[in-house]
């Protein structure tokens, strides 16, 4: 069936560098990509997408590439800031639907 | 604004025990729902969805059921419980048009099979 990988599990960083996560995806008719943010205890919130008639996208310190070839996109996070620790989740879907396959998740830790 | 609300927050359930989590979306008709269920440590997996009353798409098997008895109301229940029911249950709906397949999830629902 259809498969995200999400890289790496864990990372941590200092707090003004970058984070990088890396999510590959199995479904070559995947056409939408979001990332989540899900803080300890709470619900998942999207913080970006990007569907696959665009190559990159950004909102201030977040950006999202796509490489549909390679069937990987990757969620790029600069100046990092201690709020933004979390746990961060990629997915994939094929139908412009709410039905998403998701990645392990990522926890990422911004040390101050 | 569209919201959505889940209840209850917690539960602690004995393995055997029924379970009914309930969901209520605001805001916008018609709406595409989904439960979705996290395990400890990991994603999410998509458990069941609807794209209207009574009509529901099973997406794994499992030992749940879900009911959607009106438009912006969607349950997710059980018979009997089992220990590999506990987990975090997150109900949500989608956007459409230009922001189709965005998910907009609930407060979520911990539960805890003893």
């Known amino acids: 069936g259809e498969n995200v990988e999400q890289h790496p599990s864990t990372l941590s960083v200092q707090e003004g560098d970058s984070a990088v996560i890396k999510c590959t995806y199995s479904?070559?008719?995947?056409?939408?990509f979001p990332w989540y943010k899900q803080e300890l205890g709470k619900r998942p919130q999207l913080i970006i997408d990007i569907r696959s008639n665009v190559g990159e996208k950004k909102d201030q310190r977040i950006a999202v590439t796509l490489n549909k070839t390679a069937k990987h996109f990757s969620l790029h996070i600069t100046e990092t800031q201690p709020e933004d620790s979390a746990v961060y989740f990629c997915a994939a879907s094929r139908d412009n639907t709410g039905k998403l396959i998701f990645g392990q998740g990522t926890t990422l830790q911004v040390k101050p | 604004s569209q919201t959505i609300h889940q209840w209850p927050a917690t539960l602690v359930q004995p393995v055997g025990s029924p379970l009914s989590l309930e969901c209520t979306v605001e805001?916008?008709?018609?709406?595409?729902l989904y439960w979705y269920r996290q395990a400890a440590g990991r994603g999410l997996q998509l458990l069941f969805y609807?794209?209207?009353?009574?009509?529901i798409s099973s997406e794994v098997p499992q030992n749940l059921s879900a009911s959607r008895p009106q438009d912006r109301q969607f349950i997710l229940s059980s018979k009997k419980l089992l220990l590999s029911d506990s987990g975090f249950y997150l109900c949500?709906?989608?956007?459409?048009?230009?922001?189709?397949?965005?998910?907009?999830f609930g407060e979520g629902s911990r539960l805890t099979v003893l």
């Open positions: 479904d070559s008719a995947s056409n939408y």
């Open positions: 805001g916008t008709s018609n709406p595409n």
């Open positions: 949500a709906w989608s956007g459409d048009y230009q922001r189709a397949g965005e998910l907009f």
């Open positions: 609807s794209v209207g009353i009574g009509q």
